[in-house]
């Protein structure tokens, strides 16, 4: 770990504090911008990997949080359903516009504006979770239960 953080990940350790929790991000010499590259810089197993994956609603351009297990994809046509409106991927602007982060390190909190969440329910069986911290190369750890907490995630079947 380097003496000190980036921006983008000091900004996620310091939204940690704010709520409470004691995990310290890590920044990895490794990229862990996908699930896959994550769990291998990490050494844990993919299904331990929080995706952070940012759509927009097509009609009131609402931003929406899915945090999906890194073996997961999200059925878009369900998670539409649940938003109740037509939803699509959200671009790098809008992405960053709405989370302060650029897609590839999106943690869980610390976001610029509050986004409707939505939490794969295959998260919750794993005792320790590893999320993005800001940029490409930094994670951090939490339990289910804490990362429910801090988000206030509605818990679902995303797949």
């Known amino acids: 770990m380097s003496q000190s953080l980036s ?18 991000v890590v920044e990895l010499p490794a990229s862990a911008r996908t699930a896959q590259d994550a769990a ?25 949080l899915v ?8 059925d878009e046509p369900l998670l539409s359903v649940l938003v109740g409106e037509p939803i699509q991927r959200a671009p ?24 409707l ?5 295959d998260l919750l069986q794993h005792p320790v979770l590893w999320a993005a911290a800001g940029t490409p190369s930094a994670v951090f750890q939490l339990t289910p239960a804490e990362l429910q907490a801090v988000t206030q995630g509605r818990v679902v079947a995303i797949h």
């Open 40 to 64: 291998q810089a990490i050494g844990c197993e993919v299904a331990h990997i929080v995706k952070s994956l940012v759509f927009q609603g097509a009609h009131t351009q609402q931003g929406i």
């Open 67 to 74: 945090l999906a297990s890194g073996v997961n994809r999200v």
């Open 117 to 121: 969440t939505f939490l794969d329910a």
């Open 92 to 115: 790098a602007a809008f992405v960053r516009l709405k989370t302060g982060f650029a897609i590839g390190g999106v943690p869980p909190l610390g976001h610029a504006e509050a986004l």
């Open 7 to 24: 921006p983008s990940a000091q900004k996620v350790q310091d939204a940690l504090r704010q709520h409470g929790l004691s995990g310290m």
